[in-house]
């Protein structure tokens, strides 16, 4: 279970689940680009509270097995590694390239002291183990590299056991002298054969399933929610419990993706996107058809987990006792609509923007001269040019993700990164707008590609019109910190009948009369078609229910509040007649 992908105040609910189900461990991944938004500035409050969530576990009986990276993978934005690292154009990341050493080496020198001293050897601390990097062997073979991780974890205060862990893929490359290996897998069939693997290369070690995956992510585009039927689940659980008993189960909790932090998969020949659905954004609810729902409750695989459990009892040893104590959710409920009335035009959210000149060719977000050099890592980025004719316009190669042009504020076409040297026919002079969207930076690739270093995102490209190219861009960047957040609410908000079409913001007020009726909530984003909503400052992720499967957006009833919660919808492409957002008590999720 990730802390930051759950409200804060549900950790303990989540972690007594954990605990009475059977389980003994809380096992966390660690997001580098959550804890070092920019080079040098670090943030570990309120769901980012590392030390506090591990002691929580401590208090709840639970041992602890941290993965600090420093990629994690976990369908995250670039896998946790921070986008500023993007920076430098000679970047490689995952590897001994020692601008991207260096930066782990600081990273790790003020991360792990938060918790090194939780460690069960100083003093009975609920943290065991720790993991070398993530599923490495399937992306590379430089033993030296994780050397080097290993070094610095140790440098920095890990006494523990640590391991490694890797799927089918790279099992053998991911492989470390002295280092216990353990094996990723769902399949029953799979599982056999990784874990005969490890059996053969580390006869004197316990065998443990580190990732058991109990379901799937879904990508915006997906027919259907991905699950895994429960008889299949039950068979592959009970062999592995049976044979091996040692299992971490990926997701028990799967939690939501919140604000822009998704990741995404692609699919490449040549490193490059071919035509297609091969860029696949990860959606912002992050179920997995796990043991417990997105908001916690739980699900028929939690019922048979805790039955299969209960068989192997004397034999786990847990930290200590079940707190006595639960904690009892309210219901989640189906609020009245909410009337978004007054809003901002494209040109008003603009004036909000940071805004730059750059000469020459447009550049990527992450090499943006704004956030004191660390680039813009999340949202959509703006390019406007002047043009002074018409003609055929080429754009040369691959502008990630999603761009809107707009000819004088009119929408003249759409497409995708997956659509390269991308045409269109201009009519005539005017404002040329590229509005580029980051969807989410893959977080996932194998042996002899390059995905994970082409995550560069916006319109970093040669855009000509009839073979002249075009220069000198003024540049907007719309990254919905909070930083931004706060100079939005000073723009003046009009009355909704002046805003005629996207992209615009909507705002609109949730009363809650007491704070007994604070409860969780889904919003139902039906009617609206693609854009991002914020709650009382907060982002609650992106929604696009045309494209699918997921309908709704989780709302936490600890992020509402007594009185009026202020709800803004930044909507890029389909603004629905209402212009009313709607509550249901259950998620669609596809």
Request: net charge negative; proline share 4%; aromatic share 12%.
């Amino acid at each position: 279970m990730h802390y930051f992908r759950i409200p804060r105040e549900y950790w303990r609910d989540r972690l007594i689940k954990l605990r009475s189900s059977g389980c003994n461990v809380l096992e966390t991944y660690v997001p580098w680009n959550l804890h070092e938004p920019h080079r040098g500035e670090y943030n570990f409050k309120d769901m980012l509270d590392l030390r506090a969530y591990v002691k929580l576990a401590e208090e709840c009986g639970l041992f602890v097995i941290l993965r600090p990276g420093p990629y994690i993978c976990s369908e995250w934005d670039l896998g946790g590694l921070p986008s500023w690292l993007l920076s430098d154009s000679e970047m490689k990341l995952r590897s001994t390239y020692q601008p991207f050493i260096k930066s782990v080496e600081t990273y790790f020198q003020e991360l792990l002291p938060h918790v090194t001293d939780l460690q069960y050897s100083n003093g009975g601390g609920p943290i065991i183990a720790w993991q070398i990097e993530n599923e490495y062997g399937s992306f590379g073979d430089d033993t030296n590299y994780l050397l080097q991780i290993q070094k610095m974890m140790k440098e920095n205060g890990v006494c523990e056991l640590v391991f490694t862990s890797d799927n089918e893929q790279g099992l053998l490359n991911g492989a470390v002298d002295r280092v216990l290996m353990t094996a990723n897998f769902q399949n029953i069939e799979l599982g056999k054969e990784m874990l005969q693997i490890l059996q053969e290369k580390q006869p004197s070690m316990p065998r443990m399933c580190m990732e058991f995956w109990t379901g799937w992510f879904d990508h915006w585009g997906d027919s259907k929610h991905q699950v895994w039927p429960l008889n299949e689940f039950e068979e592959s659980l009970k062999y592995t419990l049976e044979e091996y008993g040692n299992i971490n189960f990926y997701m028990f909790h799967g939690g939501t993706n919140f604000a822009f932090m998704n990741g995404a998969n692609e699919q490449t020949e040549n490193d490059q996107l071919k035509d297609g659905q091969d860029y696949l954004a990860d959606v912002t609810s992050y179920d997995y058809d796990a043991l417990l729902t997105e908001r916690g409750d739980t699900t028929p695989k939690y019922d048979l987990t805790v039955e299969l459990l209960s068989k192997y009892k004397s034999e786990v040893v847990y930290l200590g006792d079940c707190p006595t104590t639960i904690v009892t959710l309210p219901a989640p409920h189906q609020y009245d609509d909410v009337m978004l009335n007054t809003g901002l035009s494209m040109d008003e959210v603009l004036r909000s923007a940071v805004s730059v000149d750059i000469k020459g060719n447009a550049v990527a977000m992450e090499m943006l001269p704004v956030n004191n050099g660390n680039g813009q890592s999340y949202g959509w980025i703006l390019y406007r040019k002047t043009i002074e004719k018409g003609g055929k316009v080429n754009v040369k190669g691959q502008v990630r993700d999603r761009t809107l042009v707009f000819l004088d504020k009119k929408l003249v076409t759409t497409f995708d990164c997956d659509t390269p040297d991308f045409q269109f026919e201009l009519g005539s002079a005017g404002v040329l707008d590229f509005l580029v969207e980051n969807m989410g930076r893959a977080n996932y690739q194998t042996i002899g590609q390059s995905i994970i270093h082409n995550q560069r995102k916006g319109l970093n490209n040669t855009v000509t019109i009839d073979d002249v190219a075009l220069s000198d861009w003024s540049v907007y960047s719309l990254d919905f910190t909070e930083d931004h957040l706060n100079r939005i609410k000073k723009e003046k908000f009009s009355r909704i009948k002046k805003i005629k079409a996207s992209p615009a913001i909507f705002k609109g007020y949730l009363k809650v009369t007491s704070s007994s009726s604070l409860a969780d909530t889904f919003l139902d984003m039906r009617g609206w078609g693609k854009g991002i909503v914020i709650l009382n400052g907060r982002n609650l992720g992106r929604y696009w229910p045309v494209k699918g499967p997921t309908k709704t957006l989780y709302v936490p009833g600890v992020w509402l509040s007594q009185g009026d919660n202020e709800f803004m919808v930044f909507e890029i492409e389909e603004i629905p007649s209402d212009r009313t957002l709607k509550f249901r008590k259950t998620p669609v999720l596809g």
